[in-house]
Nanobody, 124 residues
Framework: QVQLVESGGGLVQAGGSLSLSCAVSGRTFISAAMGWFRQAPGKEREFVAAISWSDDWLNYADSVKGRFTISRDNAENTVYLQMTSLKPEDTAVYFC?????????????????WGRGTQVTVSS
């Protein structure tokens, strides 16, 4: 059974930083693209960042470019999201997702497995 477990969320003041982790178990991390998404109350789940299996293709939502960094450690089956210069509008539940192909995408419906999410709250 594939499991994705996010950690690292919390409460931070605007301008601060947080680092999220997503540990994958139950299947090989090999050839799997990974993504981070977020969902604020009353809003649809939206793309944040994605990374290819080989770490050579990265993509970010315009709203987080220059502030967030996605990375992965294939030896540890873990993907990370480093968030800096956080804004109140970044407040949401953050989810990691796994796609059973090497190429990532921003499309929510094309990911095969999801974690349960971790809350990020940015106070003004």
């Amino acid at each position: 059974q594939v499991q994705l477990v996010e950690s690292g969320g919390g409460l931070v003041q605007a301008g601060g930083s947080l680092s999220l982790s997503c540990a994958v178990s139950g299947r090989t991390f090999i050839s799997a693209a990974m993504g981070w998404f977020r969902q604020a109350p009353g809003k649809e789940r939206e793309f944040v960042a994605a990374i290819s299996w080989s770490d050579d293709w990265l993509n970010y939502a315009d709203s987080v470019k220059g502030r967030f960094t996605i990375s992965r450690d294939n030896a540890e089956n873990t993907v990370y999201l480093q968030m800096t210069s956080l804004k109140p509008e970044d407040t949401a539940v953050y989810f990691c997702a796994l796609r059973l192909v090497p190429t990532p995408t921003a499309r929510v419906e094309l990911y095969d497995y999801w974690g349960r999410g971790t809350q990020v709250t940015v106070s003004s």
